[in-house]
């Protein structure tokens, strides 16, 4: 079994190198427009240069594993603004795509979660659309259409979880076909439970980005991860790609929601000795507040287990 190991948008341990330097449509309202015009190329610039950054870093870390921020482009979704990113930035993102599949790194999106399918507001779900499209949008620019994913929750269950559900079925149908071919989805902490959101995904031939911690805090009875990793797993061969799953570890017993600076290694011990029995490889997206570092650290305590090697900078194998 080979597990590698990956973080959350913005590389800690680089100086200044945040991807998600932010206009707020305040700001912009308040400037001519030359000036509007001038910062989104400056705060776009900005983002897409710490991006490219962090993929040279990501290089020589040998961390193959990278979710681009949601923030690169500033107001791209804001029905007031909606501006072409692309064309003066063609040569930057496809830059980025280029060195992406040169050394075969696994990148993703994730939206936030106001990009949901189960609400009974048709401009909610609108705005869901616009949202996937631009993040399909970006990964096209970049020429990683054909192998990133893009992933998001299911969303609420507004009182009535099985109508909210049937919403979803029947609101998923305005994706594009193309952007939904590229889409998972993630059991939540609070309301869709692993075996809920594996159920939808079937129906709906989506692949279940698994997430360990979201398990362990929204788990039915009668839920084993043992029982359900196998069905989860199989989801993955729709798109022909490795299983991932996210990872992350109480802040606290009190804040057992929270993500903590770094993840405990015993507390993944149970998921990683299940994996191990299905000798599986697969990739782990560390949810963790020291991001990079977290991932580093995850990745060396987990080698120190008897029969467990650390093959490369952020991958192990047992």
Not at 245 to 265: G, L, N, T
Not at 269 to 283: C, I
Request: charge should be neutral; aromatic fraction near 10%.
């Amino acid at each position: 079994m080979i597990i590698r190991f990956g973080y959350v948008s913005h590389a800690l341990s680089l100086w200044d190198c945040s991807p998600a330097k932010a206009l707020t449509f305040t700001r912009w309202k308040k400037l001519d427009e030359n000036e509007r015009k001038q910062q989104l190329l400056y705060v776009t610039r900005k983002n897409l240069e710490h991006t490219l950054r962090m993929i040279h870093y990501n290089i020589a870390q040998e961390i193959y594993l990278y979710r681009f921020s949601s923030s690169i482009v500033p107001l791209a979704t804001h029905p007031e603004v909606l501006w072409d990113y692309r064309t003066p930035f063609k040569d930057l993102l496809s830059e980025i795509g280029q060195l992406v599949k040169k050394h075969k790194l696994r990148t993703s999106f994730h939206p936030n979660q106001f990009t949901l399918f189960t609400s009974d507001k048709p401009h909610i779900t609108d705005n869901a659309v616009g949202d996937m499209a631009y993040h399909y949008d970006v990964l096209e620019a970049m020429g990683l259409a054909n192998e990133a994913i893009i992933n998001i929750h299911v969303g609420g269950a507004y009182g009535n979880k099985q109508a909210a559900t049937e919403r979803f079925h029947t609101n998923i149908k305005q994706l594009p076909d193309y952007i939904k071919k590229r889409m998972t989805l993630e059991n939540d902490d609070k309301t869709y439970t692993a075996t809920e959101t594996l159920t939808i995904c079937q129906k709906e031939r989506i692949p279940l980005l698994f997430d360990y911690h979201h398990f362990m805090a929204n788990k039915e009875d009668d839920e084993a991860v043992e029982d359900l990793l196998p069905d989860i797993f199989k989801t993955w061969s729709w798109i022909g790609i490795q299983p991932k799953i996210h990872v992350s570890s109480p802040k606290s017993e009190k804040e057992y929601r929270s993500h903590a600076d770094y993840v405990d290694a015993e507390f993944l011990l149970p998921l990683v000795k299940v994996l191990k029995e299905m000798n599986v490889d697969l990739d782990f997206m560390i949810e963790a507040k020291q991001k990079d570092k977290a991932a580093l650290r995850l990745c060396e305590d987990l080698s120190k287990i008897r029969g467990v090697k650390r093959v490369g900078g952020a991958t192990i194998e047992w």
